[in-house]
């Protein structure tokens, strides 16, 4: 007795199976020199993918952004659309860090998104018209201004070659400011190596090429003790001196000379 003829001897289900197993196994010998495999499966679902969720860590990124990336290119069906492809276009949004895609049936697009976390303002010495962010990590990027407020963040300014060094001197300097309840606003490394920096107050040090440890703490024992006119202002601290250092004053501007120049 033949193999077949013992299989339709047993139950309706054996039965059955074995039908649907010949059927779907005819069906891959016999549709594909009708029908190409490929567009065949791309008949099951025919209509291109579309985002259906956002997940991960998306600081800044919106599903709007995601889309605009989309609209640059041909977005096909499940079985044909290439994911690593969606995911290098999704990555031209330079504040994105990282990028997950998969999809499920029959069109939805799931995306994992990592933003980069701005700490500070760059701007390059070469290009200070081009402010742009800058991560924990050194990485700088560009923004769009309506994705945060630059105000409120600190700056720094120098080469991309000084990243590390910015990054170390302002995490220092910042704990040393806020003992004595100051805060830092900008700071700017020079082509030569010189430092200076400006606190939220506006005030300007000079810190120059070396020691800047021990100038910034000169200054916050004496900060306290300078005589300020009642019409000037400290427009910077000078302390590339060995011992001391020099102030600059300036007139105070009258508010209504103030508002006269907005």
Avoid: C
């Avoid at 939805?108 to 990590?137: C, G, M, R």
């Avoid at 070659?161 to 990054?167: F, K």
């Amino acid at each position: 007795m033949s193999i077949l003829q013992r299989l339709w001897q047993k139950r309706p289900t054996v039965k059955l199976r074995t039908i649907m197993w010949v059927s779907l196994v005819l069906a891959v010998i016999v549709i594909p020199p009708l029908l190409p495999v490929n567009q065949w499966l791309v008949s099951l679902s025919p209509q291109p993918l579309h985002i259906e969720h956002i997940s991960g860590d998306p600081l800044f990124t919106r599903q709007e952004d995601i889309q605009e990336e989309l609209q640059k290119m041909p977005v096909k069906s499940f079985f044909e659309q290439d994911m690593q492809a969606l995911a290098d276009q999704v990555r031209n949004k330079k504040w994105i860090k990282a990028v997950v895609v998969r999809k499920t049936w029959p069109n939805k697009l799931y995306f994992w998104i990592q933003d980069h976390h701005p700490i500070a303002t760059f701007v390059s010495n070469d290009d200070p018209n081009n402010e742009q962010f800058l991560s924990q990590t050194g990485v700088i990027f560009p923004l769009p201004s309506n994705k945060i407020a630059r105000e409120n963040l600190p700056h720094f300014q120098g080469d991309d070659e000084q990243i590390p060094r910015l990054l170390a001197t302002w995490q220092s300097m910042d704990k040393m400011l806020a003992s004595v309840d100051l805060k830092l606003d900008k700071l700017t490394l020079s082509n030569n190596g010189a430092l200076q920096l400006r606190l939220k107050k506006g005030l300007i040090l000079k810190l120059g090429q070396r020691d800047w440890q021990g100038k910034l703490k000169r200054f916050m024992r004496a900060y306290s003790q300078i005589n300020v006119p009642a019409d000037q202002h400290i427009a910077y601290i000078d302390l590339r001196y060995p011992q001391g250092f020099a102030v600059k004053f300036l007139p105070n501007i009258p508010a209504y000379q103030s508002n006269s120049k907005n």
